[in-house]
């Protein structure tokens, strides 16, 4: 399922709006937008979707880059979906191995629209280059070199990226900065050239720090 809706949420296809229809004034429409993405969960599984190299994150991934367990990422995502930001993309290729995810969540063309309206998408080359530079396992590598199905035409317009400015370029080294001093990252976990003696697997933990 992919929708498209202008900024005051309405949606093409006559289903109804995700934060009210005509009857509710758009700063009332704006306000349960808001409050719905800075949840804590949601907001951290927005951030690991907008930082991913493709935008297509399997359930793997974000378990292991949001600081949840599996059943409360997938309740979340299951709201994200109800809201129209996310949907499950399926890969029905034949390039995918036997043990590569067929599965992945991404924006809906409505989800994307909704962000930039909000300005989030301006920080997708700061949450790009911290994933980029994270140490990841083997299974999480794989996931992420997994066969993925096409976006719609929307999405994949707004990740367009654009040469970055100097403010957004300034922001990017910022941010790597910080995340090499241990204050200010937005993942917790070790850089791409990990600590053999680090405890990298299993049940450690690896969030996503606030940045907006």
Same mark, same amino acid.
């Given at each position: 399922?992919?929708?498209?809706?202008?900024?005051?949420?309405?949606?093409?296809?006559?289903?109804?709006?995700?934060?009210?229809?005509?009857?509710?004034?758009?700063?009332?429409?704006?306000?349960?937008?808001?409050?719905?993405?800075?949840?804590?969960?949601?907001?951290?599984?927005?951030?690991?979707?907008?930082?991913?190299?493709?935008?297509?994150?399997?359930?793997?991934?974000?378990?292991?880059?949001?600081?949840?367990?599996?059943?409360?990422?997938?309740?979340?995502?299951?709201?994200?979906?109800?809201?129209?930001?996310?949907?499950?993309?399926?890969?029905?290729?034949?390039?995918?191995?036997?043990?590569?995810?067929?599965?992945?969540?991404?924006?809906?063309?409505?989800?994307?629209?909704?962000?930039?309206?909000?300005?989030?998408?301006?920080?997708?080359?700061?949450?790009?280059?911290?994933?980029?530079?994270?140490?990841?396992?083997?299974?999480?590598?794989?996931?992420?070199?997994?066969?993925?199905?096409?976006?719609?035409?929307?999405?994949?317009?707004?990740?367009?990226?654009?040469?970055?400015? %100097?403010?957004?370029?300034?922001?990017?080294?910022? %941010?790597? %900065? %910080?995340?090499?001093?241990?204050?200010?990252?937005?993942?917790?976990?070790?850089?791409?050239?990990?600590?053999?003696?680090?405890?990298?697997?299993?049940?450690?933990?690896?969030?996503?720090?606030?940045?907006?």
């Amino acid at each position: 399922m992919s929708d498209s809706a202008d900024s005051h949420g309405r949606s093409s296809d006559g289903t109804p709006a995700p934060f009210g229809g005509e009857d509710v004034m758009p700063f009332e429409k704006q306000r349960r937008a808001h409050r719905f993405l800075t949840q804590e969960t949601r907001y951290h599984v927005v951030q690991a979707v907008l930082g991913h190299p493709e935008h297509l994150v399997t359930l793997d991934e974000l378990e292991y880059l949001v600081p949840k367990n599996r059943s409360t990422i997938r309740e979340h995502l299951d709201r994200l979906a109800d809201k129209r930001l996310l949907d499950k993309y399926v890969y029905d290729g034949d390039d995918a191995g036997q043990h590569d995810p067929r599965e992945f969540w991404g924006f809906t063309e409505y989800g994307v629209g909704l962000l930039d309206e909000y300005d989030y998408l301006r920080y997708v080359p700061v949450l790009r280059a911290l994933q980029d530079n994270l140490y990841v396992t083997a299974k999480i590598e794989r996931h992420r070199d997994a066969p993925r199905p096409d976006l719609p035409a929307g999405v994949v317009d707004a990740f367009a990226t654009p040469e970055l400015d %100097a403010d957004t370029a300034a922001a990017v080294d910022d %941010a790597l %900065a %910080a995340r090499e001093r241990g204050g200010g990252r937005l993942f917790d976990a070790p850089p791409v050239d990990p600590d053999p003696d680090a405890d990298t697997d299993g049940d450690a933990d690896r969030p996503i720090d606030e940045l907006f």
